[in-house]
């Protein structure tokens, strides 16, 4: 990770750990390894080339260069890299997708004065279809 974006980061979770459970952390958070369960932070979410969360994530913002399996909400801005791999619903203020990544699932922009403290009342997207 280079420095500028480690510096914002309080908790980082290794390439070799592995959660099973909920996460929820103040200020930013990298994630090497692989949570099962909904990670929740008050700061920016990384999910790191080679990381994995299955479950949801909800942080002000989301930066996804791995692999997610779940809704993501970020209530500020959301990029997914060009080696992203988002299979949900993507919930943003601001979003960047770089060209390569991989999305299944539904984008939902939300408008700045949009309440999004629950990512419960969004986890399950009606299809427009």
Known sequence: ???????????????????????TCQ?????????????TTSGTARVAKGGEVHGNIQADD????GLVEGNVAAKNRAVLGHEANLK??????SLIIEEGAQFQGHCVPQEANTDMTDLNE??????QE
């Open 1 to 23: 990770m280079a420095k500028d974006q480690s510096k914002d980061v309080n908790t980082m979770l290794g390439s070799d750990a592995v959660i099973k459970g909920n996460l």
């Open 27 to 39: 200020g930013g958070v990298a994630i090497y390894g692989k949570i099962y369960g909904d990670l």
């Open 62 to 65: 989301a930066n996804i260069s």
């Open 88 to 93: 949900g619903d993507l919930i943003y203020r």
């Open 122 to 127: 969004y986890t399950h997207l009606e299809s």
